[in-house]
């Protein structure tokens, strides 16, 4: 069979998340969508945006899509915003194996979230090579019946922090059947070369502690299942994980963290709060960094992307930083605050702050971040971490300058 893992054009709603990154590989409660769509059977392409297929290639192993498919089994497509959960994994195992077409679509707003094309209506695609071959597969799918089988997806970033909250837990135990772990004390897992420090207090009555080779914690930690942390993470000590904590390979984590996800190589290893969050890659955050989750009445959170201010219908929740941005040390990230890439931040960040800028409005300045010197700032923390810069990696800075312009003419502080 083949699987084809396609990014609609509402993918852009998911800026900042989705701008470095295929929305495939956004992680919520410890999973990509990218873990599940690798454990079924059959062959998987990508057809992601163009300034991202290297990325795709290299990064997570997937080809883009074939100009033509002879498959006796036919096609599964599957749309990138599909969330990550345990029983989505379930339904994609079942679409595989139905033996027969039809598309499950978003109840909201009719996006296909997923067709299964059986080698006959793959055969009767129209031929026009005007069009690519994801464009007249997803035309052929648009006339299919719609299945029972459900399925949601991303829509906005707020949606990957409410996921996470709502299945992580449920996530954590699927991890334990697929992985091999030691069980060192009650609910806590851990993989090779683990290392736990003196006086840690561990509580995981809401859910395992499952940490992956290498995972260093230091003395006096507080633990609070459910919490994942991948290969090499080191938690510094007097840190204080809880409630629901994602963290990626080779990040560095101190302070409290509460609720969040953190992407691979993200440094928060100071003390300051970060609540009901997510971080992107390769973000540092200055110490005594702190975000506000819960506004001062206690109600509901609106949050603004771009020029549209969206109910969350979400009491806690805290800020979206895209990869490769920054804080200075004291850094307060008011509530649902959203916050472009290869940003720097200085002060108070009381609104949203564009990609590409030194944002530091307490005093006064906004100014422009050339795509050159996060190139420059790129070589040197791939250095620090003893990974190699390449070509595509410069490349994504520049395109995703580009690609962001809108949000900083937008702005009229940016000097």
Known sequence: MQIICFEDDRVDQLRPIAIARPAYAITSASFCLVDWLKRL??????????????????DHGIDRVPDT????DGVLLVNARVMPTVEQEKTLGELVKLGRSGIVVDGEDGSILAARMTAADVASVD????????????????????????????????????CHMKEMATSMNRRLELGRYTE????????QGVQIGQYAAVDT?????????????????YLSGPVHAGAGTRVIEHSALKDGVSLGHTTKIGG?????????????????????????????????????DLKNTYGKINITYGDR?????????????????????NTS???????????????????????????????????????????????????????????????????????????????????
Not at 69 to 72: F, T, Y
Request: with cysteine.
């Open 309 to 329: 201010k969206t109910a969350t219908g979400m009491q806690f929740l805290g800020c979206f930083v895209g990869d490769y941005s920054k804080t200075a040390i």
């Open 205 to 221: 009555s809401a859910g395992p502690i499952i940490f992956e080779d290498n995972v260093k914690v230091g003395p006096f930690c």
């Open 69 to 72: 498919i002879d498959d006796a």
């Open 184 to 191: 060192t004390s009650d609910g806590v897992f851990v993989g």
């Open 333 to 415: 990230i008011f509530t649902g605050k959203v916050i472009g890439v290869c940003s720097m931040m200085y002060g108070f960040v009381t609104s949203n702050v564009p990609s590409y800028v030194n944002y530091a409005r307490l005093f006064g300045q906004t100014s422009l971040l050339p795509a050159d010197v996060m190139i420059n700032t790129q070589k040197r923390m791939f250095s620090r971490r003893k990974v190699e810069q390449r070509d595509c990696d410069k490349q994504l800075i520049r395109d995703m300058y580009d690609l962001t312009a809108d949000e900083r003419s937008a702005d009229p502080d940016i000097l």
């Open 127 to 162: 031929a026009d090579e005007t069009y690519s071959l994801i464009e007249r597969l997803l035309a052929k799918a648009g006339q299919l019946d719609r299945l029972e089988h459900k399925l949601a997806a991303f829509c906005w970033p707020h949606d990957i922090i409410a």
């Open 256 to 292: 409290e963290v509460e609720a969040s996800v953190i992407e691979p190589y993200t440094n928060k290893q100071h003390h300051g709060f970060l609540g009901h969050s997510y971080l992107g890659s390769w973000i540092n955050l200055g110490a005594g960094t702190c975000n506000s």
């Open 41 to 58: 059977p059959g062959k998987l392409t990508g057809s992601v945006r163009p300034y991202l297929q290297v990325i795709q290639q290299l």
